[in-house]
């Protein structure tokens, strides 16, 4: 049974895990730097002092993007599979991916020059995309009322299809250099972003996350089922509304810096309920920060492992991710079942 | 705090005024200044190297990007910084730079924003087509304060394109189709910088105006075409040979274009004919050669035989 | 002043009307069955009581306010509704499942507090569930998770209980232990409880009246002597049987054509 301390301690030592591993991956990279240089500051002339030029501009906005998109994707990855009652659900499943992209690629292809709170063009209109398609998928998934989820599940399906096509036909007749310049962005990079827009991203993911917190102790009750929910007390549309919303504001930040990162929304929160349970009031914190402290992880193993070339962070994921869950299937699988009886 | 529905809105509101006065109060750099006489330049392109190269900049360059190849020995001594599509800003800073030059497309110009905001001087060119060639060699050696170099290195290509260009216009002008790549057939439009070369050295596009500066096309518009000359710059620097032969036998299923029938189909190096650069002159007569073959005399190099092109390195600085 | 007042109350399922003009008047503390044939509505009117479907005329008050005018959570906290239930695929401990009923009640940040652990424990024992606490809801057996949605029901601590065949998967220990249950629930701390089942003869030796719902939207309420009667069970199930008493118990058997004993029948 989970206490408020129970938590707590555990909150604290998956924080400790992930200062630790920001520690290391901040002193891995291409370039060799060592904390104590990076101690003496910047230097008296500014800009001599390289390590600590490489520490503050590169390596730090990098791995706190890398931290801050993987907490709000296996957050919101823990919100959807509680809403949706479904185990394979990420958080791209309600149309998030393919909106976000055609907002990409139309940035890509019009060449768009504004930017917004300090976000390139890219940024916003996936920003953009992305929301607008959850609203798309939303009000199509309203229109049935006997089996909500289900329509819901559907219409994200039909959305995705239809703006996956249509990103296909974008991208046929784009410049090389823009086709190439979309796949990179499909295939989920961590690049290099000013630390202002990163914090101020982050703060819109902590506030996401919050949100979402509170409504865990209803997210438990609605694993029963909606009506079940009902009768103790839950308010399903009003949850709903909120767990779609703030998840998908969260997401779409995501997204719309790093474009599709796959694999840690879908994995990490079942990592985290495959060894803690599926209480979510713990599973939603820990997995967020287990799923930065992972992202970290695979981003520096993405800019180091090839270098001076740098892989696509989500071959990192999916290729780590996969095996290292199927240990854990196998070791806990006396836990739990998929089917009930 | 968990269960009342207003706090969620007030936490909400409160996360996004926090977010917008933390962005509008973070200190917006200055564009940084490069010095006048930079020491230590970094070119991040094949193309730019070449250039900076040409203009005798070497003792000033302090790392080039891993995929340029010419000269020789640029990426070899050099400190490398990343590929032209994926550069390493670590690297970057790690050299020390005072002055980075940079060309227009995407991928650069996000790392450009981000390295000036870290006070390094970022200078962006555009090098698409020819014009842009003589405007970049300009930029640059105002940059780097040597504009008589610059200066001369223009003149010199300029007047060795005219000649060859003039030596190419002689009746009959052929059409060319420039293959891009074979699977699936990619060819240069006519607003494209191949094109340029294709127009210079006496020939006509045989595709006409398209909608996609590299539009991929159908078997039916090859046929109809009808290109007297095939030109397919190779993909891969190192096996010319083996893609002279694929791209016979690709080209044999259409024995009925001018092209294939009357064997001019030209698989040739992609270095000069693809960059913009002091090496221009001998790609431009590298198509020459291609589209008015008679122009040479029996004992030149055939474009088509083994061996490449390339010539003295030293060329252009005369 | 009645805890349940159910006023001329309709309902249809798209063309088809399963309640017509139905009026209840819960007295507080009673114990009511519900009977009648597949269809006559039963889990129908559970589910209106409970707040999950909305009658298409006619209201209903509970404790005298009407129904629509309570949030969820004070719904939560004046009825429990026990039923077939969908076993989630993330698996919830049979501790943490009853845990669940004290949500309408958690303060703070939504932890349990060690009163409420105290109420779930009592709830588990009651049931005879203690000794499942940490298992996984998915491991029981049919009728072991029976149990446990009662014991949540339980924890919920609210003087309303609706159940719906809450012993369909009992064996008969467990079925009596059920209904003594719900009769010390009743008696001694003076809950309103309604129930569906199938079993009307258990469900009369127990319960203060039955409400006989029928196919044809008519309904019949009243004590178990008033309702087994041949006639009636015939009129509304179609079956015909021997109604009968032992002491205070009226039972009714019903006896079909290839009965040991089918002269028997009424």
Redesign the interface.
């Known amino acids: 049974m989970l206490t408020q301390t129970t938590l707590i301690t555990r909150i604290m030592i998956a924080l400790a895990i992930l200062l630790v591993v920001c520690g290391f991956c901040l002193m891995t990279g291409t370039e060799k730097i060592s904390p104590g240089n990076i101690l003496k500051g910047p230097g008296l002339v500014p800009g001599s002092n390289i390590e600590y030029e490489i520490f503050i501009g590169v390596r730090l906005p990098r791995v706190l993007l890398a931290a801050l998109v993987g907490a709000a994707l296996a957050g919101s990855g823990v919100i959807l599979q509680a809403i949706l009652r479904n185990p394979l659900a990420d958080p791209f499943i309600l149309g998030i991916s393919s909106g976000a992209g055609l907002g990409a690629v139309i940035a890509i292809i019009s060449g768009f020059t504004f930017t917004f709170l300090g976000g390139s063009p890219i940024t916003v209109c996936a920003f953009a995309g992305a929301l607008t398609t959850v609203w798309i998928v939303w009000a199509i998934g309203r229109f049935t009322t006997k089996s909500e989820l289900t329509s819901l599940l559907l219409a994200g399906v039909v959305v995705n299809a239809f703006f996956s096509a249509l990103i296909m036909f974008l991208t046929s007749i784009a410049k090389s250099e823009q086709m190439q310049a979309t796949v990179f962005w499909l295939m989920g990079n961590i690049s290099e972003t000013s630390l202002p827009v990163i914090i101020v991203n982050f703060v819109i993911v902590l506030a996401g996350l919050a949100v979402l917190w509170s409504i865990c102790l209803e997210l438990n009750l609605l694993s029963f089922g909606e009506s079940q929910a009902q009768n103790l007390g839950v308010d399903p549309t009003r949850i709903k509304l909120i767990a779609f919303g703030a998840s998908a504001i969260i997401t779409a930040v995501a997204v719309s810096l790093s474009g599709l990162v796959g694999f840690v929304g879908l994995i990490v929160p079942h990592a985290i309920r495959l060894v803690l349970g599926p209480d979510h009031r713990q599973l939603l914190p820990i997995s967020a920060i287990i799923g930065a402290a992972f992202l970290v992880l695979a981003d520096t193993i993405a800019r180091t492992i090839v270098a001076p070339a740098q892989l696509p962070v989500g071959v990192i994921t999916a290729m780590t991710g996969g095996p290292f869950f199927l240990i854990l299937l196998a070791r806990y699988t006396r836990k739990i079942s998929w089917f009930s009886k | 705090?968990?269960?009342s529905?207003k706090?969620?809105l007030v936490?909400?509101l409160?996360?996004?005024i926090?977010?917008?006065a933390?962005?509008y109060t973070?200190t917006k750099v200055a564009k940084p200044v490069a010095p006048q006489s930079p020491q230590r330049i970094i070119v991040t392109s094949p193309q730019l190297t070449e250039i900076a190269y040409a203009m005798g900049l070497e003792p000033r360059i302090a790392a080039v990007t891993?995929d340029s190849d010419y000269p020789p020995q640029a990426a070899k001594t050099k400190p490398?910084?990343?590929?032209f599509?994926?550069l390493?800003?670590?690297?970057i800073?790690?050299a020390?730079p005072d002055l980075i030059i940079m060309e227009k497309?995407?991928?650069q110009t996000?790392?450009g924003r981000?390295l000036e905001?870290?006070?390094?001087p970022v200078l962006t060119v555009h090098l698409t087509d020819i014009r842009q060639l003589f405007e970049a060699i300009d930029t640059v050696g105002q940059a780097a304060g040597v504009p008589d170099k610059a200066k001369t290195l223009i003149d010199s290509i300029k007047s060795k394109l005219i000649t060859l260009s003039g030596r190419f216009q002689t009746e009959p002008k052929r059409t060319v189709l420039w293959v891009?790549q074979t699977e699936p057939i990619?060819v240069a439009g006519l607003e494209t910088f191949p094109n340029e070369l294709i127009e210079l050295a006496g020939g006509y596009n045989a595709i006409g105006k398209t909608?996609?500066?590299?539009p991929?096309i159908g078997a039916e518009q090859i046929v109809s075409s009808a290109p007297d000359v095939i030109i397919q710059p190779a993909m891969s620097q190192t096996s010319v040979e083996a893609e002279r032969a694929g791209a016979l036998r690709f080209w044999s299923q259409f024995p009925n274009i001018p092209a294939v029938k009357k064997n001019r189909v030209y698989v040739i190096p992609a270095d000069t004919v693809h960059r913009l650069g002091p090496r221009l002159p001998q790609g431009l007569e590298l198509v020459g050669r291609c589209i008015h073959p008679e122009l040479y005399d029996a004992n030149m190099p055939d474009p088509n035989s083994t061996g490449n092109l390339n010539a003295d390195p030293n060329d252009a600085n005369n | 002043m009645a805890i349940i007042e159910v006023t001329n109350v309709n309902f249809s399922y798209d063309q088809a009307h399963i309640l017509e003009n139905l009026w209840l008047s819960v007295t507080p503390g009673s114990f009511l069955a519900v009977a009648g044939p597949n269809g006559a509505g039963k889990s129908t009117l559970l589910y209106i009581l409970a707040g999950l479907l909305k009658p298409a005329s006619g209201s209903v008050t509970i404790e005298s306010k009407p129904i629509s005018s309570y949030s969820f959570m004070d719904l939560a906290k004046k009825i429990a509704f026990v039923r077939q239930e969908f076993v989630p695929a993330f698996g919830f401990t049979v501790e943490e499942t009853v845990a669940m009923a004290r949500a309408p009640y958690l303060q703070g940040f939504g932890f349990e507090s060690r009163d409420d652990l105290a109420i779930v424990n009592e709830a588990l024992e009651a049931t005879e569930t203690a000794q499942f606490a940490k298992r996984h809801l998915y491991q029981l057996s049919g009728g072991e998770r029976q149990r446990v949605f009662v014991a949540r029901a339980l924890a919920q601590q609210t003087p309303i209980l609706l159940l719906d065949e809450p012993t369909s998967f009992l064996d008969l220990k467990h079925q009596v232990d059920i209904y003594d249950l719900l009769k010390k629930m009743q008696t001694r701390l003076g809950k309103t409880i309604l129930l569906i089942s199938h079993d009307i003869n258990v469900a009369a030796q127990y319960c203060d009246n039955i409400l006989l719902l029928s196919a044809d939207r008519k309904y019949h309420f009243g004590t178990a002597e008033e309702i087994f009667r041949p006639e009636l069970i015939k009129e509304v199930f179609g079956v015909s049987g021997y109604a009968g008493s032992v002491g205070k118990e009226r039972f009714f058997i019903p006896l079909g054509k290839f009965a040991k004993d089918a002269e028997l029948k009424g």
């Open positions: 705090m968990v269960r529905k706090l969620n936490i909400l409160a996360a996004t926090v977010a917008v933390i962005y973070s891993s490398t910084v990343g590929k599509w994926q390493n800003m670590e690297a800073i790690a020390r497309f995407d991928q996000s790392i981000r905001a870290l006070g390094y891009m990619r909608i996609q500066k590299y991929p």
